[in-house]
């Protein structure tokens, strides 16, 4: 059986989780909570409105969710997992990981094409990609986060995968396709819309909202994990999340909701 090898930030949620446990003062409404790298920023507003309204705390993890998915599968103790996708709070229900009937979408996730140069993006996008006046172009793996699918989607749409698949780098996550925009190591990216918007730290430079209509919408989907089953602050979170307060603040981060 393959050894259980947690990231540096899983490992130090995991570090502060075994101290709790280990002692008497151990609360059962401390909540452990998986997160996709996009919706990270937004989780920690989430988190600490529920806290000053609850009294619980929440520990937030965040990663692409195919990782955090593998670290659900060898054990970690995540009560609740925001996901970037739909698919994967299935898979967990259907392998009898998480509560049945717990999964619901929490944002419906937008995609753009970033750069941090305020001229590169017009307000027709895919002219600005079939320019090819770049050296990079970068996206999430679309193996393992589901923006990167949308992504190599909406190329697809545009016939312009092919051609521009040897200029593409890729992110683990989309927070890394991000950050290699951010950084000038790729002129151009298809990050979160969220991330541009981000209301503590909105992007400089130009964008293009890539239209609904060239990639599957992106639902991300909540679900309570098996370690949460029997805590009420986990499922009190996960009904806060449903409350017009956490709409408000999804919405502010440039995602949609139900």
């Given at each position: 059986?393959?050894?259980?090898?947690?990231?540096?930030?899983?490992?130090?949620?995991?570090?502060?989780?075994?101290?709790?446990?280990?002692?008497?003062?151990?609360?059962?409404?401390?909540?452990?909570?998986?997160?996709?790298?996009?919706?990270?920023?937004?989780?920690?507003?989430?988190?600490?409105?529920?806290?000053?309204?609850?009294?619980?705390?929440?520990?937030?993890?965040?990663?692409?969710?195919?990782?955090?998915y593998a670290q659900i599968k060898e054990g970690a103790p995540f009560q609740i997992l925001l996901s970037a996708d739909a698919k994967t709070p299935a898979k967990l229900e259907d392998e009898q990981a998480a509560v049945k009937g717990s999964r619901f979408t929490y944002a419906i996730g937008k995609l753009a094409l970033w750069s941090a140069d305020a001229k590169r993006v017009g307000?027709?996008?895919?002219?600005?990609?079939?320019?090819?006046?770049?050296?990079?172009?970068?996206?999430?793996?679309?193996?393992?986060?589901?923006?990167?699918?949308?992504?190599?989607?909406?190329?697809?749409?545009?016939?312009?995968?092919?051609?521009?698949?040897?200029?593409?780098?890729?992110?683990?996550?989309?927070?890394?396709?991000?950050?290699?925009?951010?950084?000038?190591?790729?002129?151009?990216?298809?990050?979160?819309?969220?991330?541009?918007?981000?209301?503590?730290?909105?992007?400089?430079?130009?964008?293009?909202?890539?239209?609904?209509?060239?990639?599957?919408?992106?639902?991300?989907?909540?679900?309570?994990?098996?370690?949460?089953?029997?805590?009420?602050?986990?499922?009190?979170?996960?009904?806060?999340?449903?409350?017009?307060?956490?709409?408000?603040?999804?919405?502010?981060?440039?995602?949609?909701?139900?």
């Open positions: 059986m393959k050894a259980f090898l947690p990231s540096r930030a899983f490992a130090a949620a995991f570090f502060t989780l075994a101290m709790l446990a280990g002692t008497a003062a151990a609360r059962a409404d401390d909540v452990l909570v998986a997160v996709a790298a996009n919706f990270a920023d937004a989780a920690q507003d989430l988190a600490a409105l529920y806290e000053q309204s609850s009294g619980n705390k929440v520990a937030i993890t965040t990663g692409s969710t195919g990782k955090l307000s027709d996008g895919a002219a600005a990609l079939r320019a090819d006046d770049f050296q990079h172009l970068a996206i999430a793996n679309p193996e393992l986060a589901p923006y990167g699918i949308a992504a190599r989607e909406a190329l697809q749409s545009l016939k312009l995968w092919d051609k521009l698949s040897p200029k593409i780098v890729m992110g683990e996550n989309i927070g890394q396709a991000h950050s290699m925009v951010a950084t000038g190591n790729a002129e151009l990216g298809f990050v979160a819309l969220s991330a541009v918007l981000n209301p503590k730290k909105p992007s400089e430079g130009s964008h293009w909202v890539v239209p609904q209509d060239m990639f599957e919408p992106i639902r991300q989907d909540a679900v309570l994990l098996n370690a949460g089953k029997d805590n009420q602050a986990a499922t009190a979170f996960l009904d806060f999340l449903k409350s017009p307060d956490a709409h408000a603040v999804i919405d502010s981060y440039g995602y949609g909701v139900e």
